[in-house]
């Protein structure tokens, strides 16, 4: 069934879990995070980025989530737009059907340029208004997403800022971030503790405090009621680099956030945990080494299956690791 974020998160917050939001854009990503959903009783976010619609058109998107929630019709479904860049991106979801968007006002509407705190107040609170109306739940984001380690916000031709950020734009101040809410009534928010987006976070392995869980946990106790969410949570599995580089890939070395600072994330508070590069990592990773060990084969159905099962393994790790397994 169809439910909205607050739904969810409201239940999550009870019962103390986080839930992993996973970026679709295909038919393979799709049944991944569905079959991962049903082995572990698990509710579900799937979120749509700008590029998802450019890739799969709005129609194929939201007809592929909706023949998920009729597939699947015991499973709680959040039908979620990752990085909406305005009020009236966010409109045009909410008439297609989406039960939560995300008002990316941190940036301009080029999703590049960071913007102001005015500027951000005011998009966001008029995006809630209009999906309050309707139902429809509302994330926003406030600081610029960005490695503590490398100041860089990530993806070249993703969403994120360019430049190398300051110190003080990497993480989100608590006291704003209760001006914010209260001017904006957002149902969860996006905040700036060191994540940043791709594959590209972190160059040496990590040591515990990839994460600034100390600023995680004054936002929480800040904004209780508010949802936290962490952007660019993909922990880089080393073990799909391997198998990506050991059958014709080349990837250069590098590290994602640990699954265990992101469950001490969840203990303070983060309850929507953004992962895409993950299950982009997987899915190369599974096709690579398919052809590579049959190159005879040319039936696209066999080495997209691979990617299928790689994806789904990688989904039920998380649902796992957050809590979220035996919630559905
Ligand atoms: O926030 C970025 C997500 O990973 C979506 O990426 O814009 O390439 O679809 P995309
Ligand atoms: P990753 O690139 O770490 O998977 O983050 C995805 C994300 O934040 C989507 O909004
Ligand atoms: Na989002
Ligand atoms: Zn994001």
Same mark, same amino acid.
């Given at each position: 069934?169809l439910?909205?974020?607050?739904?969810?998160?409201?239940?999550?917050?009870?019962?103390?879990?986080?839930?992993?939001?996973?970026n679709v854009n295909n038919l393979?990503q799709m049944?991944?995070?569905? =079959?991962?959903?049903?082995?572990?009783?698990?509710?579900?976010?799937v979120q749509a980025s700008a590029g998802a619609r450019k890739y799969a058109g709005a129609p194929f998107l939201r007809h592929l989530i909706l023949a998920a929630i009729?597939?699947?019709?015991?499973?709680?479904?959040?039908m979620h737009q990752d990085h909406g860049t305005s009020p009236a991106v966010c409109q045009r979801s909410i008439q297609l059907g989406f039960s939560s968007v995300m008002?990316?006002?941190?940036?301009?509407?080029? #999703?590049?340029?960071?913007?102001?705190?005015?500027?951000?107040?005011?998009?966001?609170?008029?995006?809630?208004?209009?999906?309050?109306?309707?139902?429809v739940?509302?994330?926003?984001?406030?600081?610029?997403? #960005?490695?503590?380690? %490398?100041?860089?916000?990530?993806?070249?031709?993703?969403?994120?800022?360019?430049?190398?950020?300051?110190?003080?734009?990497?993480?989100?101040?608590?006291?704003?971030?209760?001006?914010?809410?209260?001017?904006?009534?957002?149902?969860?928010?996006?905040?700036?503790?060191?994540?940043?987006?791709?594959?590209?976070?972190? %160059?040496?392995?990590?040591? #515990?405090?990839?994460?600034?869980?100390?600023?995680?946990?004054?936002?929480?106790?800040?904004?209780?009621?508010?949802?936290?969410?962490?952007?660019?949570?993909?922990?880089?599995?080393? =073990?799909?680099?391997?198998?990506?580089?050991?059958?014709?890939?080349?990837?250069?070395? %590098?590290?994602?956030?640990?699954?265990?600072?992101?469950?001490?994330?969840?203990?303070?508070?983060?309850?929507?945990?953004?992962?895409?590069?993950?299950?982009?990592?997987?899915?190369?990773?599974?096709?690579?080494?398919?052809?590579?060990?049959?190159?005879?084969?040319?039936?696209?159905?066999?080495?997209?299956?691979?990617?299928?099962?790689?994806?789904?393994?990688?989904?039920?790790?998380?649902?796992?690791?957050?809590?979220?397994?035996?919630?559905?």
């Amino acid at each position: 069934a169809l439910i909205s974020l607050r739904q969810l998160l409201d239940h999550a917050a009870e019962h103390g879990y986080g839930v992993p939001a996973f970026n679709v854009n295909n038919l393979e990503q799709m049944r991944a995070i569905m =079959e991962a959903a049903d082995r572990t009783d698990s509710p579900v976010i799937v979120q749509a980025s700008a590029g998802a619609r450019k890739y799969a058109g709005a129609p194929f998107l939201r007809h592929l989530i909706l023949a998920a929630i009729e597939e699947f019709p015991h499973i709680p479904v959040v039908m979620h737009q990752d990085h909406g860049t305005s009020p009236a991106v966010c409109q045009r979801s909410i008439q297609l059907g989406f039960s939560s968007v995300m008002m990316d006002g941190s940036l301009k509407d080029d #999703g590049k340029t960071p913007a102001d705190y005015d500027y951000n107040v005011d998009v966001t609170r008029r995006t809630v208004e209009m999906a309050h109306a309707c139902g429809v739940s509302v994330e926003g984001e406030l600081g610029c997403l #960005g490695s503590l380690e %490398t100041g860089q916000a990530g993806e070249e031709d993703g969403v994120g800022a360019e430049g190398t950020l300051s110190h003080d734009q990497l993480l989100t101040d608590p006291e704003e971030a209760a001006a914010f809410v209260a001017a904006t009534h957002v149902d969860a928010l996006a905040i700036a503790i060191g994540t940043s987006h791709g594959a590209y976070k972190f %160059t040496r392995p990590p040591t #515990g405090d990839t994460l600034s869980i100390a600023r995680i946990r004054q936002i929480h106790e800040r904004i209780p009621n508010t949802h936290l969410v962490m952007h660019g949570s993909s922990s880089v599995p080393q =073990e799909w680099l391997e198998i990506i580089n050991e059958h014709g890939g080349r990837i250069p070395e %590098t590290y994602g956030v640990p699954v265990e600072e992101i469950v001490e994330g969840i203990k303070h508070g983060v309850r929507k945990v953004n992962i895409d590069t993950d299950l982009r990592l997987a899915s190369t990773g599974a096709v690579r080494r398919f052809l590579a060990h049959n190159p005879a084969e040319f039936d696209p159905r066999k080495y997209l299956k691979e990617t299928v099962a790689a994806m789904r393994d990688v989904c039920v790790a998380r649902f796992e690791a957050f809590g979220t397994a035996g919630n559905a």
